[in-house]
């Protein structure tokens, strides 16, 4: 776990600088009145609107789960985009809603936060595609269990007919030894679902989402991150803050280009109703804002896999420097760190960490050295030019 200190004086530094390449939508440049959000993505899955790069980070909001007003949907919206998220996931309340839909889509664009909506009649989508907010439309959930290839590409092509220049999203669950490639391709943006927590063992989040960025890159497609927020049972404890650092991490170092976590409001939580938690996810949105120049534009580097009883560590380096991500994903045990880099260029080069105080990690003889407590992460950058 990264400990939930002060930022040290480096990030405040990156928080600046990290944007100078090229910068990334965040908040203060989301959606504008008047301009109409066009949406592409690039061969390497990262999305853009209007031709800037942007790292989707958000949730889904099942707004009528356990009798959800429009009321409520307008206030989460407004508190995700003041937490700094910028995407929301969601669906109508009712049919008066529906039609009262573009008043929702105002204060989304004014809270800085991005739509994809699922559930939208085709005569509503046409109504409100051009809204500045609007970058996509959810055309199938639970894709791989309830829909065929060939019914999916069939809503893509319905769905472009209406809105070319807008996203389709779906979501299904890769698994071990099951990479679903066919339903790769039928659509822009596949989430994948891994929601390990009260059901698995965590340490599957890095594997099946390497699964879905290698699928999604063969098909032309952008691979998203869809994570757990929720219990599975009732009585059941949540993603403890631990947890949800440790899942989000190794769906970052597995290259996805972008997260959505399930959910905000469901019939399984309300994060209002959850401060814990809520706090975890407003500090990984910091995080991922300092990252995410570093995740969309730069070369990722598996230096160690996470198995066995191995760490697994990352790096990605390219004009924003260079990024050293170490993460233990077993629960119970420690883990040893001694990862050879590239030789013969990081004489003198020393690593800083990121976010507050972490793993001692160092640089020594050409390796990455240091021990991570169970389920911790350390986030380090390397320093110095090193010959």
């Not at 045990?333 to 080069?349: D, W």
């Amino acid at each position: 776990m990264i400990p939930r200190a002060l930022w040290s004086g480096l990030s405040a530094l990156l928080l600046t600088s990290c944007f100078l390449y090229p910068a990334p939508l965040s908040q203060d440049d989301g959606p504008q009145p008047g301009v109409e959000s066009v949406v592409t993505h690039r061969q390497d899955g990262t999305l853009l609107i209007n031709n800037h790069p942007y790292f989707p980070f958000g949730f889904y909001h099942i707004s009528w789960a356990a009798s959800g007003t429009q009321l409520q949907r307008q206030q989460d919206v407004v508190k995700l985009g003041a937490a700094g998220f910028n995407l929301l996931v969601t669906e109508p309340v009712s049919d008066q809603d529906v039609a009262q839909y573009r008043q929702f889509l105002d204060t989304a664009m004014n809270s800085g936060v991005y739509v994809v909506t699922y559930g939208l009649p085709a005569a509503v989508v046409s109504q409100v595609v051009h809204e500045p907010s609007v970058i996509g439309f959810k055309i199938a959930d639970d894709g791989n269990a309830l829909f065929t290839p060939a019914q999916i590409k069939a809503r893509n092509v319905s769905s472009k007919k209406i809105a070319p220049d807008k996203l389709t999203y779906i979501s299904l669950s890769v698994g071990y030894g099951r990479p679903e490639s066919q339903y790769f391709g039928v659509s822009d943006v596949v989430g994948n679902q891994s929601y390990p927590v009260g059901d698995d063992n965590i340490n599957v989040v890095y594997n099946v989402m390497r699964s879905t960025v290698t699928t999604a890159l063969a098909h032309n497609t952008v691979p998203i991150a869809n994570l757990q927020t929720f219990a599975w049972h009732p009585g059941q404890p949540l993603p403890s803050s631990q947890e949800l650092d440790n899942m989000t991490y190794q769906a970052l170092m597995a290259g996805v280009k972008g997260v959505v976590y399930y959910a905000y409001r469901s019939a399984e939580v309300d994060l209002n109703k959850q401060p814990q938690l809520w706090n975890a996810l407003q500090q990984l949105s910091r995080e991922v804002e300092v990252l995410s120049p570093t995740l969309l534009n730069s070369r990722r580097t598996e230096l160690a896999d996470g198995r066995g009883n191995r760490p697994l560590v990352v790096s990605f380096s390219g004009a924003t420097g260079e990024y050293i991500i170490a993460l233990n994903n077993s629960r119970n045990e420690k883990r040893q760190v001694n990862v050879p880099l590239t030789p013969g260029r990081r004489q003198g080069q020393t690593l800083q960490p990121i976010f507050g105080t972490q793993a001692p990690m160092t640089l020594a003889g050409g390796a990455v050295q240091g021990t991570l407590a169970p389920l911790e992460v350390a986030v380090y950058r390397v320093q110095g030019q090193g010959r």
